[in-house]
């Protein structure tokens, strides 16, 4: 039967019409709609009897009437009943005016059987009809929209869900939540990293949901959340059962760089390398390793964080206890180097116990060098005690103490004034460093390279490993300083002059400046001084400079020596007044009515007569 401008109407709202008659004006016949599981109750109706055929708002009353008393929805969760399984749909009756057709595989899954014709099922429904006039249902959705209700009130109370990793995907992997599909990252999958999930694959596991967003259908779970509170209750309830400063055994699951990890039976404990042994130890890897079975004792539990320190040293004798009685200061031991460090090198003097040699106690004469090319490694050495600190387990040594001072015993072979050879070890702008004898070095400074050279000229002189003759100036033991000098060698050339002050001296001139002239006297040490301007005539008309030329002969007069600044001063002005008042002296005076001309004249061929 169809209606004009409608659809198809399903068999199932077949309607009968028993026939009978009443009084007219009131005749009535009572039609009745079959009753299925779903639909609403019989309702009677008043229909004409003028005609036994229904026209078409009487079959909408009829539909209306059938449909009456029920609230449905698109995108609601409803009962239905399976009214015929056929080509692989189950056809299911939700009371709409046609039934609807869901796939058989909807309803078979892990732990779910097939339905059979009258089971009650919940279905979603997606649309009341489509263009053909049927209903859209889903058992997916429906199971779905049930496991989102389910998964919202565990989210709620922080409860685990049960599901099934069920694949793969980019970043990690699938878990069927029973209906709802949520994302499992990699990282959240176990405790430590996992390489094969093969085994994990469908089996059904708690998870724990850390996010959900229904409207976008996003749900985010970690299988690792669950490990971790289940691996803290256990950590708890162990930890309960273990005590400070209790022994233990427990096998070694790990090494790292600053020690390894000991499992005492369900939980573990860090035995730390400096806790290994009384001992330096480089590496863990040097005392235990993995899967050893050691004895360890319970340093410390931290209840809070449930983290447990252990050690094994606190096992042995202590063997610093006593050891500032076994090692007085300033007595000599033998040890072995155990380590090298920048600042220093370690020396285990027995077993447990170590002191440190500082890089400044290693040499008398090596300086600023690393202490890897002093000693090495496992090399035996004897070292002196020079301080010990047992609180804080320190003990200070020496190597160099165990040798005699170089500079004491430089200055017993060679005191001041003893001439040395050496070579030319360094060259500086202040002078000459000289390697001598015990490894030692002596510095001549640049004033006393040359006795006539400023120290920059004499320096040029010298090159990096040229031999060299010296003499011991000095020697500081305390500062460690050895002087040398090769001027004095020769002598002061002032001291061998024989000269004085008041000497007249015949000189040559060496150079010829404006304010004055450069002069040389002396044969076998020439000895250099300088004529000012002002001195080189008692006339002022003949303080000229440029009357004079190199290699002239002059005659001067000594008038100041300065041995510290090794300047000698000369006056050819202070001579001709000296001679003049000797003249006056001897061949005239005031009351003999002579002129000076005279005077000088006479003084003047006397001298020459003489030379004669």
């Given at each position: 039967?169809?209606?004009?401008?409608?659809?198809?109407?399903?068999?199932?709202?077949?309607?009968?019409?028993?026939?009978?008659?009443?009084?007219?004006?009131?005749?009535?016949?009572?039609?009745?709609?079959?009753?299925?599981?779903?639909?609403?109750?019989?309702?009677?109706?008043?229909?004409?009897?003028?005609?036994?055929?229904?026209?078409?708002?009487?079959?909408?009353?009829?539909?209306?009437?059938?449909?009456?008393?029920?609230?449905?929805?698109?995108?609601?969760?409803?009962?239905?009943?399976?009214?015929?399984?056929?080509?692989?749909?189950?056809?299911?009756?939700?009371?709409?005016?046609?039934?609807?057709?869901?796939?058989?595989?909807?309803?078979?899954?892990?732990?779910?059987?097939?339905?059979?014709?009258?089971?009650?099922?919940?279905?979603?429904?997606?649309?009341?009809?489509?263009?053909?006039?049927?209903?859209?249902?889903?058992?997916?959705?429906?199971?779905?929209?049930?496991?989102?209700?389910?998964?919202?009130?565990?989210?709620?109370?922080?409860?685990?869900?049960?599901?099934?990793?069920?694949?793969?995907?980019?970043?990690?992997?699938?878990?069927?939540?029973?209906?709802?599909?949520?994302?499992?990252?990699?990282?959240?999958?176990?405790?430590?990293?996992?390489?094969?999930?093969?085994?994990?694959?469908?089996?059904?596991?708690?998870?724990?949901?850390?996010?959900?967003?229904?409207p976008r259908g996003n749900i985010v779970v970690s299988r690792r959340a669950v490990l971790e509170e289940s691996r803290a209750e256990q950590r708890a309830e162990l930890v309960g059962?273990?005590?400070?400063?209790?022994?233990?055994?427990?096998?070694?699951?790990?090494?790292?760089?600053?020690?390894?990890?000991?499992?005492?039976?369900?939980?573990?404990?860090?035995?730390?390398?400096?806790?290994?042994?009384?001992?330096?130890?480089?590496?863990?890897?040097?005392?235990?390793?993995?899967?050893?079975?050691?004895?360890?004792?319970?340093?410390?539990?931290?209840?809070?964080?449930?983290?447990?320190?252990?050690?094994?040293?606190?096992?042995?004798?202590?063997?610093?206890?006593?050891?500032?009685?076994?090692?007085?200061?300033?007595?000599?031991?033998?040890?072995?180097?155990?380590?090298?460090?920048?600042?220093?090198?370690?020396?285990?003097?027995?077993?447990?116990?170590?002191?440190?040699?500082?890089?400044?106690?290693?040499?008398?004469?090596?300086?600023?060098?690393?202490?890897?090319?002093?000693?090495?490694?496992?090399?035996?050495?004897?070292?002196?005690?020079?301080?010990?600190?047992a609180d804080k387990r320190r003990i200070s040594l020496g190597v160099k103490q165990t040798q005699r001072n170089p500079w004491e015993v430089f200055a017993e072979t060679f005191p001041?004034?003893?001439?040395?050879?050496?070579?030319?070890?360094?060259?500086?702008?202040?002078?000459?460093?000289?390697?001598?004898?015990?490894?030692?070095?002596?510095?001549?400074?640049?004033?006393?390279?040359?006795?006539?050279?400023?120290?920059?000229?004499?320096?040029?002189?010298?090159?990096?490993?040229?031999?060299?003759?010296?003499?011991?100036?000095?020697?500081?033991?305390?500062?460690?300083?050895?002087?040398?000098?090769?001027?004095?060698?020769?002598?002061?050339?002032?001291?061998?002059?024989?000269?004085?002050?008041?000497?007249?001296?015949?000189?040559?001139?060496?150079?010829?400046?404006?304010?004055?002239?450069e002069v040389a006297f002396g044969d076998d040490s020439p000895v250099k001084a300088f004529i000012r301007k002002s001195d080189l005539s008692r006339d002022r008309g003949e303080q000229?400079?440029?009357?004079?030329?190199?290699?002239?002969?002059?005659?001067?007069?000594?008038?100041?020596?300065?041995?510290?600044?090794?300047?000698?001063?000369?006056?050819?002005?202070?001579?001709?007044?000296?001679?003049?008042?000797?003249?006056?002296?001897?061949?005239?005076?005031?009351?003999?009515?002579?002129?000076?001309?005279?005077?000088?004249?006479?003084?003047?061929?006397?001298?020459?007569?003489?030379?004669?």
């Open positions: 039967m169809t209606q004009s401008g409608r659809g198809p109407v399903a068999s199932a709202h077949t309607v009968q019409f028993p026939t009978g008659r009443t009084r007219p004006g009131s005749e009535t016949t009572q039609v009745k709609r079959p009753v299925s599981n779903l639909a609403a109750p019989e309702q009677p109706f008043n229909m004409s009897t003028e005609t036994l055929t229904p026209s078409t708002d009487d079959f909408a009353a009829m539909l209306e009437a059938s449909l009456a008393g029920r609230d449905l929805a698109e995108g609601q969760v409803i009962k239905g009943s399976v009214t015929a399984i056929e080509n692989g749909d189950v056809v299911v009756d939700v009371g709409l005016k046609t039934e609807g057709r869901i796939p058989l595989r909807e309803f078979t899954g892990p732990g779910s059987d097939a339905p059979k014709v009258g089971d009650d099922v919940e279905v979603y429904l997606e649309r009341i009809e489509n263009a053909l006039g049927d209903a859209i249902l889903s058992r997916d959705k429906a199971r779905r929209e049930e496991s989102w209700d389910r998964l919202e009130k565990s989210f709620d109370k922080k409860e685990p869900v049960n599901g099934a990793i069920v694949g793969r995907v980019k970043g990690g992997f699938t878990v069927d939540l029973g209906g709802a599909s949520a994302f499992l990252p990699g990282s959240q999958v176990d405790i430590r990293p996992v390489r094969d999930v093969g085994p994990l694959m469908n089996q059904e596991q708690p998870f724990a949901i850390l996010k959900m967003d229904r059962q273990l005590a400070e400063g209790e022994a233990r055994d427990g096998v070694v699951k790990n090494i790292t760089d600053y020690g390894a990890f000991v499992d005492l039976g369900g939980i573990d404990g860090l035995l730390h390398v400096t806790d290994m042994s009384w001992s330096r130890v480089g590496h863990p890897s040097e005392v235990v390793e993995v899967g050893q079975t050691v004895k360890v004792q319970i340093i410390k539990i931290n209840k809070e964080t449930q983290r447990i320190s252990l050690g094994m040293k606190q096992l042995m004798s202590d063997p610093w206890e006593g050891v500032a009685a076994k090692y007085p200061v300033g007595a000599v031991f033998e040890g072995r180097v155990t380590n090298i460090a920048e600042y220093g090198a370690f020396v285990e003097l027995e077993e447990g116990v170590e002191g440190l040699v500082h890089v400044s106690e290693m040499s008398w004469t090596k300086k600023n060098v690393h202490p890897g090319k002093i000693l090495s490694t496992s090399q035996e050495v004897q070292v002196m005690v020079l301080d010990v600190d001041s004034g003893t001439a040395i050879q050496g070579e030319i070890k360094n060259i500086t702008e202040f002078g000459l460093f000289v390697g001598l004898e015990g490894d030692i070095d002596g510095m001549v400074h640049l004033s006393d390279i040359s006795w006539d050279q400023s120290g920059e000229q004499a320096i040029e002189g010298f090159k990096k490993g040229d031999m060299v003759d010296a003499k011991v100036l000095d020697v500081d033991v305390e500062k460690e300083r050895v002087s040398l000098g090769i001027k004095q060698l020769a002598g002061d050339p002032m001291d061998s002059s024989g000269v004085g002050r008041g000497d007249t001296v015949t000189c040559t001139v060496t150079e010829v400046t404006t304010g004055g002239i000229r400079p440029e009357r004079f030329a190199v290699g002239d002969k002059v005659d001067a007069r000594i008038t100041n020596i300065d041995k510290g600044t090794r300047r000698i001063s000369l006056s050819i002005k202070a001579l001709e007044i000296s001679e003049e008042r000797e003249a006056v002296e001897q061949y005239g005076s005031s009351d003999a009515g002579a002129s000076l001309g005279d005077i000088l004249g006479a003084a003047l061929r006397e001298k020459d007569d003489k030379a004669e």
